[in-house]
């Protein structure tokens, strides 16, 4: 079983700043793919960010240039810089630890809302 524990969402102004955490168990961490999804009210989850174990990274178009998803092996951590935030952007976030096909791990998620 893996756990995933995200942090750092909260309210930020448009044009502003937050970084995401996510804390993942497990003592293989370094073999998982990471990634960043985000749910709007009303809307399907759908994939922010997701980065490999070789460290292949790779974005959903809205959010290219403004977002930035990076590993730390060493803390079992991936996280998630967002600047130049939108309105738009506001949606629960969730962590996902990619083992194999029909084994992945999700976090509780953490709400980022952008608002001025």
């Known amino acids: 079983q893996v756990q995933l524990v995200e942090s750092g969402g909260g309210l930020a102004q448009p044009g502003g700043s937050l970084r995401l955490s996510c804390a993942t168990s497990g003592s293989i961490f370094r073999l998982y793919t990471m990634g960043w999804y985000r749910q709007a009210p009303g809307k399907q989850r759908e994939l922010v960010a997701r980065?490999?174990?070789?460290?292949?990274?790779n974005y959903v178009d809205s959010v290219k240039g403004r977002f930035t998803i990076s590993r730390d092996n060493a803390k079992n951590t991936v996280y998630l810089q967002m600047n130049s935030l939108r309105p738009e952007d506001t949606a629960v976030y969730y962590c996902n630890a990619f083992i194999v096909v029909g084994i992945d791990y999700w976090g509780q998620g953490t709400q980022v809302t952008v608002s001025s």
């Open positions: 980065i490999t174990s070789g460290g292949i990274s």
